[in-house]
């Protein structure tokens, strides 16, 4: 049996926002036992002109409901980035996770070769489902998702790589 676009996509993302999550509920009660503001993380930032915390989660979720929605040929949900607390950044990751399971795979087959394109203010991008994927998605879901979990790293949250894994 192929590998499919469906197997390369939804089901790690999933995986890994699963384990966004849990990293959350550690750093929040980490906070709430060493006495760390959750301001401090939620606002932290690898430097002045990067994304703050909670801005890395709202894209990771984005990027991955983006996925699903273009592969699968429907229109992705529309969430307002509003989260700024511990507590609505996990009922974004939540519904992100719901959203994804509810994409069954054959809705993404063949999805390879779809046109997708995507609109900026400043440019529009043009791809294959297999390059999106390969070329857009992947990186950039990994890039804001390995960004958030360094941040609270680096805000001292007692975080390694097992957690960012999870049971693979």
């Known amino acids: 049996?192929?590998?499919s676009m469906y197997e390369a996509s939804l089901p790690p993302m999933i995986h890994m926002l699963k384990n966004l999550s849990a990293i959350l509920t550690k750093a929040a009660a980490q906070a709430k036992d060493d006495n760390i503001s959750l301001a401090s993380l939620t606002e932290a930032r690898l430097a002045p002109d990067m994304f703050p915390f909670t801005r890395q989660v709202q894209i990771t979720s984005d990027v991955a409901?983006?996925?699903a929605a273009r592969l699968s040929g429907q229109e992705?949900?529309?969430w307002p980035d509003?989260?700024?607390t511990f507590p609505e950044l996990q009922e974004r990751v939540?519904?992100?996770i719901a959203y994804l399971q509810s994409v069954k795979p054959e809705?993404?087959?063949g999805s390879e070769s779809r046109k997708i394109t995507l609109k900026s203010p400043t440019r529009t991008l043009e791809f294959t489902g297999s390059d999106y994927l390969t070329t857009f998605v992947l990186p950039n879901?990994?890039?804001h998702l390995t960004t958030a979990?360094?941040?609270l790293r680096h805000k001292g949250i007692a975080i390694g790589k097992m957690d960012y894994l999870g049971n693979a």
């Open 1 to 3: 049996m192929q590998f």
């Open 65 to 67: 409901k983006g996925c």
């Open 76 to 78: 992705a949900p529309s």
């Open 82 to 84: 509003t989260e700024t």
């Open 94 to 96: 939540a519904k992100t």
């Open 107 to 109: 809705q993404v087959a």
């Open 141 to 143: 879901f990994y890039f």
């Open 149 to 151: 979990y360094g941040l």
